[in-house]
């Protein structure tokens, strides 16, 4: 929402970090589509023993995802909440 709010009145500073937001947001919908794997998965378990194998290592793919992959967006999005300008601050000279 905050930048959403900034992008009306200073869009340059709000999309400083657009990229490093984009990812966040991606992380955040590929949780959403292993949690509605993992319980059609759990449904799978519980209602065909033949695949309950298969089921299983798809409710480990998304046990792996959430401990490993989604905590890794906390920073970014700790920073994009600070509005940190680092990137948009580098001078096309000092390169």
Same mark, same amino acid.
């Given at each position: 929402?905050?930048?959403?709010?900034?992008?009306?009145?200073?869009?340059?500073?709000?999309?400083? +970090?657009?990229?490093?937001?984009?990812?966040?947001?991606?992380?955040?919908?590929?949780?959403?589509?292993?949690?509605?794997?993992?319980?059609?998965?759990?449904?799978?378990?519980? +209602?065909?023993?033949?695949?309950?194998?298969?089921?299983?290592?798809?409710?480990?793919?998304?046990?792996?995802?959430?401990?490993?992959?989604?905590?890794?967006?906390?920073?970014?999005?700790?920073?994009?909440?600070?509005?940190?300008?680092?990137?948009?601050?580098?001078?096309?000279?000092?390169?």
């Amino acid at each position: 929402m905050q930048l959403a709010t900034l992008l009306a009145t200073e869009p340059d500073r709000a999309l400083a +970090n657009a990229s490093v937001y984009l990812d966040a947001f991606g992380r955040i919908v590929a949780a959403w589509i292993w949690l509605k794997q993992a319980l059609a998965a759990e449904r799978g378990v519980a +209602n065909s023993p033949a695949d309950a194998d298969f089921y299983r290592g798809k409710l480990q793919a998304a046990r792996f995802f959430f401990r490993w992959e989604l905590p890794r967006i906390e920073p970014v999005l700790a920073a994009l909440e600070r509005l940190d300008q680092t990137t948009s601050q580098m001078q096309e000279a000092w390169f």
